[in-house]
């Protein structure tokens, strides 16, 4: 095609583009030739080049062998290094293992020793306290056999010399204004405590029995020494009977229960109003145990319900014995108790004040307020009451010397026993004697005449 031609079919600006591109390619060539031309003599050099070009382009597969050869090796390498931390972490598992191990046998072996050594102390105890028992047994043994050898000596050689020896402590306590009126105060506050916790535990019964006679239809009497039943000798029942001259010896047990763990909480205050619950204790066990011993020698009110039971006469002295021996315990137990108490009055109980203690909290009240309570069950009518009742009551009331004469050979033996330093002033409680005066008078004569009920 000519130019001419193109120049009319581009357009000048088309067709200026177009020269200029040929130009280009025209130069190029000719760039070319003149590069191949210089480099006619150098074939070796371009023949080694192509050769080299040829090399690079077949070593393409060899330089990835050798990647992939680079890649393995760093892999192995990675292998051997996860394998070793691996070992490593074995190595410490096993290490703490094993010191776990000998931790737990260090620790059993520590355990089996404190056992042992527990074991011992405890062995070592018991045999301590077996000891003790067996020391106190012997002492208590000896001091009942000095007391009635000194006794029997007294008896033996009675004389105005041995009326003077006996009459010279009360001399000496009578000419002694301070004892004499410190004995006549605690006497007074124990007396008025001894009192009170029996009219209450008493009364509760009494009341108790009242209600549930209403329960079998029977008209009952409320008396000051009794509960009169007034129905006929064939309304009674075998239930009846066991029921209802069962409940105030139960009575007196739970409140004796309930009086003894008051007292053990309050036992270190310096009230007097833990003595109540003290003398409150004694009361509730009289009145089971010794309704029960009374009962079963006798054949009266407890000991009905014993008869009812169908217990035969083994049986029955079984049942007497076991209340004596009970009675004996409590009393030992209750001694230590009764010697804690001193602490509403003094500072330490020492052997300069023990005795004084020992009879006018424990000895003096318990004899005078027995006392009081048989003269309270001698009935006015012999309707209602007979003499057979009053002493059967008097004598269960009495088994309380079974309850003070462990008392009275063991408060020796104790050690001393210092409470504080702060002072005490020893005063007689009016509120509490006036209190047990006036419940004392209402009971006698307001139930003299007796309140039915039903």
């Known amino acids: 095609m000519k130019e001419s031609t193109k120049k009319w079919l581009f357009g000048k600006k088309i067709y200026a583009i177009y020269r200029r591109m040929r130009f280009l390619s025209y130069k190029r060539k000719v760039l070319k030739q003149r590069a191949k031309s210089k480099n006619k003599n150098d074939k070796t050099e371009i023949e080694k080049q192509n050769k080299s070009t040829k090399a690079s382009s077949g070593s393409i597969g060899f330089r990835f062998y050798r990647i992939i050869r680079i890649l393995r090796f760093l892999y192995r390498k990675y292998q051997k290094k996860r394998k070793i931390g691996r070992e490593k972490k074995s190595q410490k598992k096993e290490q703490e293992r094993i010191e776990k191990e000998e931790v737990r046998k260090r620790m059993k072996l520590v355990r089996e020793q404190e056992r042992k050594a527990e074991k011992e102390l405890k062995q070592k105890t018991k045999l301590k306290k077996k000891e003790l028992k ?3 047994k012997r002492m208590f043994r000896y001091i009942f056999k000095r007391r009635l050898q000194a006794i029997g000596h007294e008896l033996k050689t009675f004389d105005k010399t041995t009326v003077k020896r006996i009459l010279r402590w009360f001399v000496a306590f009578a000419e002694n204004k301070d004892k004499r009126n410190n004995f006549f105060i605690i006497s007074t506050n124990s007396l008025a405590m001894f009192l009170l916790s029996y009219f209450f535990i008493y009364i509760v019964s009494q009341f108790i029995i009242v209600w549930v006679a209403k329960s079998f239809d029977y008209e009952t009497v409320l008396f000051y020494y009794k509960v009169y039943y007034d129905i006929d000798s064939g309304d009674w029942t075998a239930d009846s009977v066991k029921i209802l001259y069962s409940l105030a010896p139960l009575t007196g047990l739970l409140f004796g229960t309930i009086f003894i763990t008051i007292y053990s909480t309050f036992k270190n205050e310096r009230g007097i109003i833990k003595l109540f619950f003290l003398w409150g ?18 054949n009266k009110d407890f000991g009905w319900v014993i008869a009812y039971l169908y217990y035969r006469d083994t049986g029955k002295m079984i049942f ?10 409590i009393g030992r137990g209750v001694s230590k108790s009764f010697l804690i108490s001193g602490n509403s009055y003094f500072n330490f109980v020492d052997k300069s004040n023990r005795k004084l203690l020992l009879f006018s909290q424990v000895v003096f009240p318990a004899i005078f307020g027995t006392a009081i309570l048989i003269l309270l069950k001698f009935p006015n009518d012999l309707y209602y009451g007979s003499l057979d009742q009053a002493l059967f009551e008097g004598l269960k009331l009495s088994t309380i010397i079974l309850v003070l004469l462990p008392g009275l050979f063991t408060f020796a033996s104790f050690e001393a ?11 007689l409680l009016w509120k509490f004697m006036i209190a047990a005066i006036v419940i004392l008078f209402l009971w006698r004569f307001g139930l003299a005449s007796g309140i039915y009920f039903g």
């Open 417 to 427: 026993i210092y409470f504080d330093e702060e002072p005490r002033i020893i005063r």
């Open 281 to 298: 204790f004694i009361h509730g066990t009289i009145m089971f145990f010794g309704s029960l011993l009374m009962g079963t020698l006798l």
């Open 134 to 136: 067996k020391k106190r």
């Open 320 to 329: 007497s014995i076991l209340s004596i021996f009970a009675l004996v315990a």
